[in-house]
């Protein structure tokens, strides 16, 4: 036969907690509770943060070479345009020489 605990403290289980909201040992487990469950959020607002600067940077950098590029677009439209412009202006000195 295995001996067993008989002492009171391990017979009797409380079914609830009888301390009231003025207890500071209850007040502390509580504060305690909250305090993990703040520093797991602070964790993964932490991790999230981080996540997102690189993201930032990276659509950063995007946004720079699309404005690169715009620029450059713009900048070859309106020498096509120059180019047109004098095109026509040639030809409309060819046909009116005529």
């Known amino acids: 036969m295995i001996d067993e605990d008989k002492t009171y403290e391990n017979e009797v289980k409380p079914t609830s907690d ?7 040992t209850l007040v502390i487990e509580n504060l ?3 305090i993990k469950n703040l520093s797991g959020l602070e ?8 996540d997102l600067r690189v993201h930032i940077l990276k659509l950063d950098k995007e946004i720079y070479q699309l404005k690169k590029n ?3 677009q713009k900048e070859n439209h309106q020498m096509d345009i120059i180019q047109k412009d004098n095109e026509i202006g040639r030809l409309i000195k ?4 005529k």
Do not use: V
């Open 32 to 34: 305690n509770k909250k």
């Open 94 to 97: 060819k046909i009116t020489e």
């Open 43 to 50: 964790k993964i607002h932490r991790e999230t943060n981080g």
């Open 70 to 72: 715009i620029a450059f």
């Open 18 to 24: 009888d301390r009231g909201s003025l207890d500071l």
